[in-house]
């Protein structure tokens, strides 16, 4: 879909008829939010059970989140929305209190709280200084802290 449609879904989003819109975007960003959804979770039940959590955050409050969305902003709708699922990946494996050590899935703990950080150097979590090692992908590491 091109950038410019999504301002038409969301201006439908606003309406009573808010269905034909939600189905839109969700034919239109379902690949989008299942990709972001698998750089978080390895299992495909796993993969979907975040898949529907996303959406229910998007869909609840009258698509309150999708709405916060500025067409004339620096970022475009899909980078924009990268962005928004990411954090709610990172939301719904907070709530299970179980975190990977990376965005791969290798390992998993129980966790109090978690910081993504660039993986050159050091991180603060609830006022603590951690020092993390970087991977050799040099995206982003997953620190582990318990209160």
Not at 100 to 108: A, K
């Amino acid at each position: 879909m091109a950038e410019a449609r999504i301002d038409t879904i969301l201006r439908q989003l606003r309406t009573r008829d808010s269905h034909a819109a939600w189905s839109a975007f969700i034919d239109e960003y379902a690949p989008l939010i299942f990709d972001v959804a698998r750089r978080f979770e390895r299992d495909p039940d796993n993969v979907a059970d975040c898949f529907q959590f996303v959406c229910e955050r998007l869909y609840e409050g009258r698509f309150r989140r999708l709405l916060k969305f500025t067409p004339q902003g620096p970022a475009k709708f899909s980078t924009w929305l990268r962005a928004v699922v990411r954090n709610l990946c990172l939301d719904r494996l907070l709530g299970n209190g179980v975190v990977t050590t990376d965005l791969y899935g290798t390992e998993s703990w129980p966790v109090g709280g978690v910081a993504l950080q660039p993986t050159d150097g050091k991180i603060v979590v609830a006022g603590s200084a951690y020092m993390v090692p970087p991977h050799s992908d040099g995206q982003f590491a997953v620190a582990r802290y318990w209160p």
